[in-house]
Every structure is written in structure tokens, then in C-alpha cells.
């Protein structure tokens, strides 16, 4: 069942092992993060949540010496937005606080990552302005959702899941897959849901659904100062009580070319306001088309049963899941299957 997640996620242990279907994190915003790290292993596990999709917009520095190195720091430089500190023993944590607490900017979000996992040292923590307390050893995940956690509230609108269809051949269906499953969630699970069609010059969303919208996703690709949800709310087309489309302008009047974060704030803004996002993404590999795959929540593959699907649906499958070792692997799905006099 696909599923959408607020973004005041329950606090969860931290013995995590690999990422649940249902463990939506939703991403964090640009932001600075430091981190001061008293073993390897913790700065291993920093450095991978770094390389996270969900902390893409964050600029992240990682610095051994743990909390003794991080009050020597910020004695001369102001304080980023968030610091990850790394600590061992009760009295070393909270003494370190009250010297960081003196040379600490405000607003600044601490997470401490210690080996003591005693309650009354966390209440002592969370009196002192700490915003989260971590038992280690951690791993990426937990990294990753303790950040992202610190710039969501309970009253947080909900964060919408994206969930991008790739063929990995031209003509496998893959569009025609898109288009019924944002019809299904729209229907079967009554989730409002948009389908984005992201083949600006071929797309057929349009044409399936039976809209023919004067505008669509090419202006706010080629107006990204104007995005907003206004905006993006005016370029949607109505296609059932819970189904919108983004609709591509299918023209040749132009070329479509685009850097690779063209699209990146239509998600972002989509996020806000729709629980789920459909991804029609075209066969084609670019910086943009990679960004959309890795970024998304899932990924479905489609191919048909022959040699050259077969080897394409494996190249993207590794990439991806290379891409993405945080996230669960890319589904796939064979298609066309059982056509006569079609050898398979």
C-alpha cells in the first residue's frame, strides 16, 4: 500500500538495520551541519548520511576531537545551524554543554550521539536545549532521521511521497503503467494524487486522461522564480475528485534542455501540498531524469521480457540502489508479457 508520512515522525530506536517501506523521512532543508566525532565509526556513519538523498541540501563538515573540539571551535566562528557531537561518559556531556553553551549562537540545534542510555540523563539533556539524544553506535539512517526530524512540528502539513515509473526501454508501457497506478491510488485509497508528466516533447498523460491544458509542468520549468503553490496549483489539471495532472506541452516549438535541478523545486513545492506525486519519467538518461530517480521515495522499473530490457533494468537497478543505500531498492515489473509470435 503506498502510504504518505507527517513530518513529526515518532522517535524510534536506534538499533536499525535497514530501511521499513514505511519509514518516510521527510528531507531536510538547506542547512549547515558540523559534526565533531570521537571515533571512526561514528564519523563513517556521519559522512554516509551525508551522501543521503533526504540531506542533499545540506552542507555538511565533519571534524574528529568530539565535544572539547567543538567548543574550541566555535570560541572564534559562529555556530552552524545544527552540530552533531559525538561524547562518551555522563559528566563529560553535560560539562561539555555548559561550555558550549557559552560560545553557541541561538537558534543553533545540538544532537549529542552517546553510549549511555539512561532517561534521566536524556531529560537532563532535553533541560540543557538539546534536541536530540542518540545512543550509539548509530548508523547513516539514524543520522539522516535525526536531522531531517529537527526542522519538521507536529504541525507540519503533510509531507507527500514521490513515487517515479521509469521504462527501461523505450515503448515498454511505462507511461501507461504511471497513468493507471496514480489512478488507482486516487481511487482505491482516495489519496489526492498529481501525475507528472515529465516528457515535455512526446508525453501522452494528457492524452490518456483526456485533458488538454494551456499550460502545464514547461512553464513552471521555464519560470522557476515564479514556483510557489499558487502557481503550481493554477498549471494543474482536474482529472477526477482525487487525481490531478501536470501535463507536458508535447510540442516541438522548443527544446528541453535542462540542468539538473531543473525540477527540483516543483517537487519540493508538490510535497507541501500533495500527498502522493506520480513521476512519469521519460527513457532517457540525464542529469535531470538521474536527480528524479534518486530523489524519489520508491521506484518502479518497467521492462519487457527481452535481452536488451533485461540488461537496462539491471544497469539502472544497480545505480540506483548504489545511489540510494539508505532507501529501499527499486522495484521492477515485466511488462508486455505473453504477446504472440513475440519471442521472450
Not at 532543508?29 to 545540506?58: I, N, W
Not at 573540539?69 to 553535560?94: C, K, W
Not at 552517546?114 to 540523563?121: E, F, S, T
Not at 516543483?266 to 513521476?279: A, G, N, Q, S
Request: one cysteine or more; glycine letters at 6%; hydrophobic letters at 45%.
Amino acid at each position: 500500500m503506498i502510504t504518505y508520512s507527517r513530518q513529526n515522525s515518532e522517535q524510534q530506536e536506534p538499533e536499525i538495520t535497514a530501511p521499513s517501506t514505511e519509514d518516510h523521512i521527510a528531507p531536510a532543508p538547506r542547512v549547515s551541519v558540523q559534526a565533531f566525532c570521537e571515533t571512526v565509526e561514528t564519523a563513517a556513519a556521519v559522512q554516509s548520511a551525508g551522501e543521503d538523498r533526504r540531506l542533499g541540501k545540506a552542507h555538511l563538515k565533519i571534524q574528529m576531537g568530539g565535544m572539547a573540539a567543538a567548543v574550541e571551535a566555535y570560541r572564534s566562528a559562529p555556530t552552524p545551524n545544527v552540530i552533531i557531537l559525538e561524547t562518551e561518559g555522563r559528566n563529560d556531556i553535560l560539562a561539555g554543554l555548559d561550555q558550549l553553551a557559552s560560545v553557541c549562537d541561538a537558534g543553533t540545534r545540538v544532537i549529542v550521539i552517546g553510549r549511555i542510555n539512561d532517561v534521566m540523563l536524556y531529560r537532563e539533556l532535553v533541560r540543557r536545549g538539546v534536541s536530540d539524544y542518540v545512543i550509539a553506535p548509530v548508523n547513516a539512517i539514524d543520522v539522516v532521521r535525526s536531522v531531517c526530524n529537527l526542522f519538521s512540528s507536529p504541525e507540519a502539513k503533510a509531507v507527500g511521497r514521490i513515487i517515479a515509473i521509469v521504462g527501461a526501454k523505450g515503448g515498454v508501457g511505462a507511461s501507461t503503467v504511471a497513468h493507471n497506478v496514480a489512478w488507482a491510488i486516487a481511487r482505491d485509497l482516495a489519496l489526492d494524487s498529481v501525475v507528472a508528466d515529465l516528457d515535455l516533447a512526446f508525453g501522452t498523460a494528457g492524452l490518456d486522461y483526456n485533458q488538454d491544458p494551456p499550460q502545464g509542468i514547461a512553464d513552471a520549468v521555464f519560470s522557476p522564480d515564479r514556483i510557489d503553490t499558487a502557481f503550481l496549483d493554477r498549471l494543474l489539471s482536474k482529472c477526477t475528485d482525487h487525481l490531478s495532472l501536470l501535463a507536458a506541452p508535447a510540442t516541438l516549438d522548443r527544446v528541453y534542455d535542462f540542468g539538473a535541478e531543473a525540477f527540483d523545486s516543483i517537487f519540493d513545492t508538490l510535497r507541501t501540498t500533495m500527498p502522493c506525486i506520480v513521476l512519469d519519467v521519460p527513457h532517457q538518461w540525464s542529469g535531470w531524469t538521474k536527480r528524479a530517480l534518486i530523489a524519489a521515495d520508491d521506484i518502479l522499473i518497467v521492462a519487457a521480457p527481452d535481452l536488451a530490457n533485461l540488461r537496462n533494468t539491471k544497469n539502472i537497478f544497480d545505480l540506483l540502489k548504489a545511489s540510494r543505500p539508505n532507501d529501499r531498492a527499486p522495484l521492477y515489473c515485466l511488462n508486455q508479457v505473453g504477446i504472440p509470435k513475440r519471442p521472450e
